[in-house]
């Protein structure tokens, strides 16, 4: 199941630590690396813009993280995408802890603003294998049209 579109009202956003989703969470994020594996696994896509660019090296440091996390700039400036991987009872509070990512490293992105997220659900047990392409080609190949031209 993929989640690309939640209502607007704050509730249906709120974390297990009453946190808005879109705006992080630390607990969520340090709670997804919990090898709890009650929780299913979660792809997270997270859309967000900042008011200045990032370093090329915190690009880069992202993809070294543990949870195959990835931080890419998708051509557009001050506009990017951070996708991972996360344990978490629902699509809500995987998102906040991928975005705790983001809130965790505040001495490299400093502020933040989400504009759109995915998540999408994997069976309970361990995550896919590793994809050889970058996580952008991923989900840009995902949101083709059926004709596999872009939208």
């Not at 991987?85 to 502020?111: C, P």
């Amino acid at each position: 199941m993929s989640e690309r579109s939640m209502p607007h009202d704050l509730a249906a956003w709120a974390c297990p630590h009453g946190q808005d989703a879109r705006r992080g969470c630390t607990t969520c994020y340090e709670e997804s690396t919990d090898p709890d594996t009650s929780h299913p696994y979660w792809e997270v896509a997270a859309w967000f813009t900042t008011s200045r660019p990032l370093p090329i090296k915190t690009l880069q440091d992202a993809h070294h993280h543990d949870r195959h996390f990835a931080l890419d700039q998708p051509s557009t400036p001050l506009v990017y995408l951070l996708t991972g991987r996360a344990r978490a009872s629902d699509s809500v509070q995987a998102i906040a802890g991928v975005v705790g990512f983001l809130m965790h490293n505040r001495h490299v992105v400093s502020d933040f603003t989400v504009t759109e997220t995915r998540a999408t659900r994997r069976s309970p047990g361990t995550p896919s294998a590793p994809n050889p392409t970058r996580q952008t080609d991923k989900w840009l190949q995902d949101r083709r049209r059926p004709d596999g031209r872009a939208p």
